[in-house]
Every structure is written in structure tokens, then in C-alpha cells.
């Protein structure tokens, strides 16, 4: 048995496979959705990016496992989407062959897994991946937006304020300032709070069409500026322009578990908790590879 290429002529199945398992807390990957078709459309995708690749082992002509790896050659980092197994030894397998596959080419991997997903954190642990932080996803499913509120976006006279103000507040993190300022266009929008004094803070959402669904990624307050409501002023008016201006059905986020004051706020918002995740973070080095 050994680990192969995922080929277009069987996403289905792939997808298929994969929509069942991440349904299950015990084995749910958070870089994935649990609807068949959203995954047949993430697969397809992966499927046409030179960059990334997926594995899959199978039993005769049952699919046994899956992983997919959703590479940055420039930057050098993946996601894992998976591994999806029947078998914990399958595990090995799939690692092992990504790993050859993208020799050289990656330094960091990173794994999204729900805290009862214990296959997840033993392949971690095995494999010498770090736990960096446990998150909480949340979702808000009712249009709580009351009334009219005025919209501001983040103007270009900002924009080196908002680079300086989201790089020392996220450092490291997957869109640096100057990307978020790249992905700017109609579904990715910058929310901002300012006055006299200038930029005090921000909020980074996306909207995906397709789903109806937006995604709160980032919000940022000036330190000097906090406690005064800035940051629930700004999710209200990303919650108003998400649900009455783009249409979307539902709004998701993730926040660190130990955030109690942001959970808070986003609970008096209306957001419901989904499911709670733990972030894993691998650095290898290219000898190790």
C-alpha cells in the first residue's frame, strides 16, 4: 500500500471521503468546510495550483486516506488539509510522501484541527509540530444589523498607518499589512475607526459570493486607544455592510480561547460558538527534509 497523486478524475470521491469525516468533530480540519460541494470546489482549485498537491492511499477501490497541502513555494509555508485516515498508520504514509514531494520547497507547515480530533494531535506530536495557540470559530447566522450605519473604508492617505498598525499588532501572521493592501477590492474590504489623532483601528473581512458568507479575518485598536469601544464599533459596522450591503447569510470568524474579553463581544454581537480548534505550526529545516 502507498500513498499516490489525487487526480482530477477523483476530486468526487476525494470530496466525497473528506465531507464525511470532517462532519465529525474527531477528525475535523478547519482549513476545510464540512459540505461536499464546498470541498469538491477547494479540491478542484488545489487541483489546477501548480504549487500545491494532494495524497491519497487506497484499500482496492476504497478511498482509506487523504492529504492535501496547500503550498506558497514563495513563501515557503502550507497548509495541511488533513491527514484524513481509517487507519493511524495511513498517517505515516501520506507525511512521508509530501514530504519527498515538496523537498527543499517548504519550510512551514501548519495544521488546523478541532480539539477532539486526537488522531490530529498525535500526528503533531509525532512529528514534531508546535502547538501555537486553540482558537474558537464562531458564527453568526441572523442579520442583527439595526437601522442604517455609515460605512468607512479604509482611504489610501491610511494606508501606511494601517500597514505599521496591523504589522506590530499581528507579527508573523498570514497577510502582512501590505497584502491585506493588495487584496483590497469589493468582497475584501478594510473597515476603519478614525479622528483627529488618526488611524485607531480596523477591521479586514472577505466575502465569498458564491457561499453568501463572510469572514471576519482581522481586528486591530491601537493600544493607546482601547476600552472605549472601538472594536465592537467596528464589528457592527462589518456585521451591517456584510449582511445588508453584500448579502451575505452567515459571518464567521475564529478568536484565541483564552481572548475572554473579545469572545464577549462577539457573543453580545449574536455570534455563536461553532467549535473549538488548536493551531499547529511546523518549522523544518532542509536537511530534515
Known amino acids: 500500500m502507498k500513498a499516490e497523486i489525487l487526480d482530477h478524475a477523483n476530486l468526487m470521491q476525494a470530496s466525497e471521503f473528506i465531507a464525511e469525516m470532517n462532519a465529525l468533530p474527531e477528525c475535523h480540519i478547519g482549513y476545510l468546510g464540512t459540505s461536499q460541494n464546498d470541498i469538491f470546489q477547494s479540491l478542484e482549485e488545489m487541483s ?9 492511499i487506497r484499500e482496492g477501490d476504497v478511498l482509506a486516506g487523504f492529504l492535501g497541502v496547500d503550498a506558497d513555494l514563495y513563501k515557503g509555508t502550507a497548509e495541511l488539509w488533513g491527514p484524513f485516515i481509517q487507519e493511524n498508520e495511513l498517517m505515516r504514509l501520506l507525511w512521508e510522501e509530501a514530504l519527498h514531494y515538496f ?10 484541527s478541532d480539539t477532539s480530533n486526537h488522531a490530529a ?4 506530536s509525532k512529528n514534531g509540530f508546535m502547538l501555537q495557540s486553540a482558537q474558537t470559530y464562531m458564527e453568526l447566522k441572523e442579520n442583527s444589523s439595526n437601522g442604517f450605519r455609515k460605512v468607512s473604508l479604509l482611504p489610501i492617505h491610511f494606508h501606511s498607518e494601517f500597514i505599521h498598525l496591523h504589522d506590530s499588532l499581528f507579527p508573523h501572521t498570514y497577510y502582512s499589512g501590505e497584502e ?12 476603519t475607526f478614525d479622528d483627529a489623532d488618526g488611524l485607531n483601528g480596523y477591521l479586514y473581512a472577505e466575502y465569498n459570493r458564491e457561499g453568501k458568507e463572510g469572514s471576519i479575518e482581522f481586528i486591530g485598536v491601537d493600544p493607546g486607544k482601547r476600552q472605549k469601544g472601538i472594536g465592537r464599533n467596528l464589528l457592527e459596522m462589518a456585521v451591517h455592510d456584510l449582511f445588508m450591503n453584500s448579502g451575505a447569510k452567515s459571518i464567521k470568524l475564529c ?6 474579553k473579545a469572545l464577549s463581544i462577539y457573543k453580545k454581537a449574536g455570534f455563536k460558538v461553532e467549535r473549538s480548534l488548536n493551531f499547529y505550526k511546523l518549522e523544518i529545516r532542509e536537511k530534515e527534509q
Do not use: M
Open 180 to 191: 491585506i493592501i493588495d487584496r483590497i477590492n469589493d468582497d475584501h474590504k478594510v473597515y
Open 121 to 124: 494531535a498525535e500526528f503533531a
Open 48 to 56: 489546477r495550483d501548480a504549487e500545491s498537491a494532494a495524497f491519497i
Open 255 to 260: 478568536a484565541g480561547t483564552t481572548n475572554g
Open 103 to 112: 523537498e527543499g520547497k517548504l519550510h512551514s507547515y501548519f495544521l488546523f
